[in-house]
């Protein structure tokens, strides 16, 4: 298993700035996702987090709004641009540590006003 | 395509068991489970891969059935701990590491 640490774990943040989330896995991993789960809803992935190249972005999510970087095996980091207040949710990381579980990290729960 | 979990939700007294399903209408690789309670990350329980079933822990088990792509979760003699929401997670074939969850079965234990 891995342990992933996230920060912040929650902002209040106002619309039409930017908030970057660290996620950081104490072991290497193969692959590191990005989630939004709304309160009470299940998890949408947003995108996959590749080791030096572009992120691969779901349907619905572009990098312009998610840019996400990902430098080495064990740390990643997500950017929610230009809030909204329809950004606010809760967003996590979770790695692949293989070769068949997936780990969440606990989670940053974002609020804009 | 986001598999369908049922029920979406079930109320049990302590001792009682609980099964969820989740189905897919696409083949699968693999169906993982995983347990989120309130407010904390999701906690993986298990996966199931096509070609064989993990029991992943002693009084939960699960099930896949390939050709009806679907799986079930069992919850036997359940326990206040087992309280949260379950997921189901879906891998596709080929094995592509992502997952797509269901929308998950809020199980309460009651004591």
């Known amino acids: 298993s891995a342990v992933i640490s996230q920060k912040p774990s929650r902002d209040i943040c106002q619309r039409g700035t930017s908030l970057t989330i660290q996620c950081q896995v104490d072991s290497q991993v193969t692959m590191m996702f990005w989630y939004r789960q709304q309160p009470g809803q299940s998890l949408t992935l947003i995108a996959t987090a590749n080791q030096g190249s572009e992120a691969t972005y779901e349907s619905g999510f572009v990098i312009d709004k998610f840019p996400i970087s990902r430098p080495n095996l064990t740390f990643s980091t997500l950017t929610v641009s230009n809030m909204s207040p329809e950004d606010s949710s809760i967003y996590l990381c979770?790695?692949?540590?293989?070769?068949?579980?997936?780990?969440f990290g606990p989670g940053t729960r974002l609020t804009v006003l | 395509q986001q598999p369908v979990q049922s029920p979406q939700a079930v109320i049990l007294r302590e001792g009682e068991d609980a099964v969820i399903n989740c189905s897919s209408s696409?083949?699968?690789?693999?169906v993982h489970w995983y347990r989120q309670k309130h407010g904390e990350a999701p906690v993986f329980l298990m996966i199931l891969l096509k070609g064989g079933e993990q029991k992943g822990h002693e009084k939960i088990s699960a099930s896949f059935n390939e050709k009806k792509q679907q799986s079930s979760l069992y919850l036997t003699a359940s326990q206040l701990s087992y309280s949260g929401t379950y997921f189901c997670g879906t891998q596709g074939p080929g094995g592509a590491q992502k997952l797509v969850f269901g929308q998950g079965t809020r199980l309460t234990i009651n004591p």
């Open positions: 696409k083949a699968l690789y693999s």
């Open positions: 979770s790695g692949w540590t293989g070769p068949n579980e997936q780990f």
